[in-house]
């Protein structure tokens, strides 16, 4: 089992950075691939960062690309999730995940298998 839990989000203006952090139980995290996805109102869960379970490989999607950074710290058992240059369009509830094997997969919700509650990042114009 694995527990998820974010923080870091909030309310922010076009422009500014935010940092969000994924913490984890249980002793599996530092071998499982993570991932950030993140859902706005009416709209479908979207993928965000994923990062393999060294920390040596990172898949971002072309909104992500250049301005958000996924980084993780398995001695401190956090993911994170660096994001700079906010626009409106990033407003959206962020998720992190941990999933059981690394690949191109790893940009589908479907390859994850633990989930948090949820962190709300909101970017005002």
């Known amino acids: 089992q694995v527990q998820l839990v974010e923080s870091g989000g909030g309310l922010v203006q076009a422009g500014d950075s935010l940092r969000l952090s994924c913490a984890a139980s249980?002793?599996?995290?530092?071998?499982?691939?993570m991932g950030w996805f993140r859902q706005a109102p009416g709209k479908e869960r979207e993928f965000v960062a994923a990062i393999n379970w060294r920390g040596s490989q990172t898949y971002a999607a072309d909104s992500a690309r250049g301005r958000f950074t996924i980084s993780r710290d398995n001695a401190k058992n956090t993911v994170y999730l660096q994001m700079n240059s906010l626009k409106p369009g990033d407003t959206a509830v962020y998720y992190c995940?941990?999933?059981?094997?690394?690949?191109?997969?790893?940009?589908?919700?479907?390859?994850?298998?633990?989930w948090g509650q949820g962190t709300q990042v909101t970017v005002s114009s």
């Open positions: 249980g002793r599996t995290f530092s071998s499982r691939p």
């Open positions: 995940a941990a999933g059981n094997s690394f690949s191109s997969s790893s940009t589908q919700a479907t390859s994850y298998d633990y």
